[in-house]
């Protein structure tokens, strides 16, 4: 090495070894992506060497140019820990390493998971053919000869990080006067909002979607959407559905709108599908759940699917013993909605009768997290009953 302090102040790379980089962070971004940053240190490298390990020894990946911070590597194998380093470099030679840092990438097998509805109202007609109800407590359907009393209801639901879905319903929460129908249908365009909508502004009724018989006491109620949120791949990927009563029985079908203080009974979609390499969830290793399986955050969306058998819970609402209808099933974590864990079933519980014990949980809605031992992830609400 010649006389590398007598060219220190000379300028250019190459005279003095660089500062290493600190601060590496890995995060996962899909099944095959994990997200790198670091911090840039040094004011003459030439590059940053990244490299990469599983198991063994760190074999060196990539170089990027000078001043360059992150690096998103691609064409990992899902659910997958990686560990990274990186270290800058010039022609007098390679900085030391940063720090390690690793990340496993999410599971790229089918997810499921419930969407919440993005926007509700009812429209109504006639004398009331103006005014906005998008923040009733409740969604009304109604038809009648005499619009004054006719009420449709809208629902939209966010698809956009999709690029395949496989599986979509959905479930409304609601009661009718009598039992009847209600029948779900495609309406468009999509800008409606939900603090404007009206009667004489709302979306026009499309294709029909599908139909639930309503009884007369509050409950669940699921109609199959997934062709109509299929289309919505090749589409803008917000979802608007319209409800209505096309037998005009004159009686009322009430459900409960996002803005009912018992928000756990708002609309949502059960939807299994894939997103994009890159988008999705992303939770850095801090803040991820414990226990096997990749990391994700509750009700987020996340990950690619190739459909197979969809994981069933029942009954549903509960009193308390909660059948699977998987015999895969690594793992089961229940939640309450505020995201607080309050169950965990590994395989030892489970005992191979995939049924699980809720009978002390209290009465209520929870979120049911779902490891499969192919790493499918689902994610289920239920309701414990008395
Ligand atoms: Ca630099
Ligand atoms: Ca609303
Ligand atoms: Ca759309």
New binding site residues.
């Given amino acids: 090495m010649p006389d590398i302090g007598a060219h220190e102040f000379i300028g250019g790379s190459g005279s003095t070894i660089p500062v290493a980089p600190t601060g590496m962070s890995a995060a996962p971004a899909s099944s095959s992506q994990i997200d790198l940053a670091w911090t840039d240190n040094s004011t003459n490298e030439d590059g940053f060497r990244i490299e990469r390990k599983t198991t063994g020894s760190f074999t060196e990946i990539a170089t990027v140019g000078p001043n360059t911070t992150s690096f998103n590597d691609t064409g990992l194998s899902a659910s997958t820990s990686y560990t990274y380093r990186v270290r800058a470099y010039n022609t007098a030679g390679n900085s030391g390493y940063s720090n390690e840092a690793s990340a496993t990438t999410s599971a790229g097998g089918n997810t499921t998971v419930d969407i919440f509805v993005a926007?509700?109202?009812y429209v109504r007609g006639g004398s009331n053919a103006s005014t906005n109800y998008?923040?009733?407590t409740t969604l009304v359907v109604k038809e009648s000869a005499n619009l004054s009393f006719t009420r449709r209801t809208f629902l939209k639901f966010d698809l956009t990080s999709y690029t395949s879905i496989s599986s979509a319903r959905l479930f409304v929460y609601g009661s009718a006067q009598q039992g009847m129908n209600i029948n779900a249908y495609k309406v468009s365009p999509d800008t409606w909002s939900?603090s404007t909508i009206t009667w004489n502004n709302a979306p026009t009724f499309g294709t029909y979607i599908g139909a639930a018989s309503v009884g007369t006491s509050d409950q669940w109620y699921e109609i199959d959407v997934t062709s109509a949120a299929k289309d919505e791949i090749t589409g803008n990927g917000t979802f608007s559905i319209g409800l209505k009563d096309d037998a005009v029985l004159i009686k009322t079908i009430t459900l409960f709108?996002?803005?009912n203080a018992q928000s756990q009974f708002r609309a949502y979609l059960v939807v299994t599908g894939s997103t994009g390499a890159g988008s999705g969830a992303r939770v850095s290793s801090s803040s991820a759940p414990a226990g096997p399986g990749p990391a994700v955050s509750l009700m987020t969306p996340e990950k690619n699917v190739s459909s197979t058998i969809e994981v069933r819970l029942y009954p549903n609402p509960t009193p308390g013993i909660l059948n699977v209808t998987k015999a895969d099933i690594d793992r089961v974590e229940v939640f309450q909605l505020n995201g607080a864990l309050v169950r965990v079933f590994d395989r030892s519980d489970l005992g191979g009768r995939n049924e699980i014990d809720l009978l002390s949980l209290g009465t209520g809605v929870y979120q049911v997290k779902i490891y499969q031992q192919n790493g499918e992830l689902t994610f289920r609400r239920i309701m414990k009953t008395n």
């Fill in positions: 926007e509700d109202a998008g923040s009733a939900e709108s996002k803005e």
